[in-house]
T-cell receptor
Framework: DAKTTQPPSMDCAEGRAANLPCNHSTISGNEYVYWYRQIHSQGPQYIIHGLKNNETNEMASLIITEDRKSSTLILPHATLRDTAVYYCIVRVERWFSFGAGTTVTVRA | GAVVSQHPSRVICKSGTSVKIECRSLDFQATTMFWYRQFPKQSLMLMATSNEGSKATYEQGVEKDKFLINHASLTLSTLTVTSAHPEDSSFYIC?????????????FGPGTRLTVT
């Protein structure tokens, strides 16, 4: 599975959009990009995933660059409940390799 | 989305005893489940892959005789920590794969906090 690189932490203001970057320069053609988040002392929560096209659901949007070497998760209107560790995972096999993720703190 | 449950959510046991953790897929059948472990301020680490009707596959460094995994049905996998020691205290999380969907990810349980005294 391709390795991902995420910033260790970021702050954002409540009500504003949060843009979380992820680099995956060694991604191969059949590997999906997944985003999960983990709120303190809970199991990871699925957010969104994509292969080539940009994706949007009720939680977030996923923007994947044309060369697929990086992606951005967008939380359109961050709330205090969005404070969590966000994991970007690239994989083709069924199990996940978790990196350190990005600790996102939403401030009032 | 699909729901995965774990029981118990928290358990405290004495050193030397065994503890069983259950992982259930509530609204789908999962031929494969995964067990992860997470120590404080660290990320999740895969321990083993649980396959329905066959032996589990353990990651390097995980003792199969200490962490017994049973996947007896398509909706239930159990992890038994045998002869638990304080260093086994951790957050144990299971996940399940819903088959038949392209690019499907994993659905995670809420986790079980194990404290060994």
């Amino acid at each position: 599975d391709a390795k991902t690189t995420q910033p260790p932490s970021m702050d954002c203001a409540e009500g504003r959009a949060a843009n979380l970057p992820c680099n995956h320069s060694t991604i191969s053609g059949n590997e999906y990009v997944y985003w999960y988040r983990q709120i303190h002392s809970q199991g990871p929560q699925y957010i969104i995933h994509g292969l080539k096209n940009n994706e949007t659901n009720e939680m977030a949007s996923l923007i994947i660059t044309e060369d697929r070497k990086s992606s951005t998760l967008i939380l359109p209107h961050a709330t205090l409940r969005d404070t969590a560790v966000y994991y970007c995972i690239v994989r083709v096999e069924r199990w996940f390799s978790f990196g350190a993720g990005t600790t996102v703190t939403v401030r009032a | 989305g699909a729901v995965v449950s774990q029981h118990p959510s928290r358990v405290i046991c004495k050193s030397g005893t065994s503890v069983k953790i259950e992982c259930r897929s509530l609204d789908f059948q999962a031929t494969t489940m995964f067990w992860y472990r997470q120590f404080p301020k660290q990320s999740l680490m895969l321990m083993a892959t649980s396959n329905e009707g066959s032996k589990a596959t353990y990651e390097q460094g995980v003792e199969k005789d200490k962490f017994l995994i049973n996947h007896a049905s398509l909706t239930l996998s159990t992890l038994t920590v045998t002869s638990a020691h304080p260093e086994d205290s951790s957050f144990y999380i299971c996940s399940a794969v819903e088959p038949g969907l392209a690019g499907v990810g994993q659905y995670f349980g809420p986790g079980t906090r194990l404290t060994v005294t």
